[in-house]
C-alpha cells in the first residue's frame, strides 16, 4: 500500500503484526513496526518513537489499560491503517479470509 506517493508498508512474510513502513526521508531504511508491543501500543524504530515515545509510554502502562493514551509515530499509524484495511477485505468474504489466511 502506498501513502501519500511514496510511503509504503510492507508485511512480513507469517508475522501478522510486524511491519517495515518507509521512512519519510530518502535514502533512510525501512522502520521496523511492531504493532503489537507494549500490550498494543505498537513499537517503532524511528527516532521518534525511540526518543521521545517509548518514555511516555511507559508512563501510560502504569494506568489502568482503559485509560491509557497510545503513544503513536506515524509509522505505526499507518501499519495499523494497513493492517485495518486487510482484516476489512478479509472480513468482506469468506475466500478472502482463506487467502488472507494462507498469505500471512
Ligand atoms: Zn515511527
Known amino acids: 500500500m502506498i501513502f501519500r ?7 512480513i512474510r507469517g508475522e501478522l503484526k510486524r511491519f ?5 526521508r530518502p535514502g533512510q531504511h ?14 517503532c524504530a524511528c527516532d521518534n518513537f525511540r526518543i521521545r515515545l ?3 509510554v511507559q508512563t501510560e502502562a502504569r494506568k489502568p ?3 491509557r493514551w497510545p ?3 506515524k509509522h505505526i499509524k499507518w ?17 478472502h479470509t482463506a487467502k488472507f489466511n494462507r498469505e500471512n
Open 71 to 73: 503513544m503513536r509515530c
Open 54 to 56: 517509548v518514555s511516555k
Open 30 to 43: 525501512p522502520y521496523l513496526v511492531d504493532l503489537d508491543s507494549y500490550d498494543g501500543n505498537g513499537e
Open 5 to 11: 506517493q511514496e510511503i509504503r508498508v510492507t508485511p
Open 79 to 95: 501499519a495499523r491503517e494497513y493492517l485495518l484495511d486487510k482484516l476489512l477485505a478479509a472480513l468482506r468474504s469468506p475466500a
Open 65 to 67: 489499560k482503559n485509560q
Open 20 to 24: 517495515f513502513v518507509d521512512s519519510e
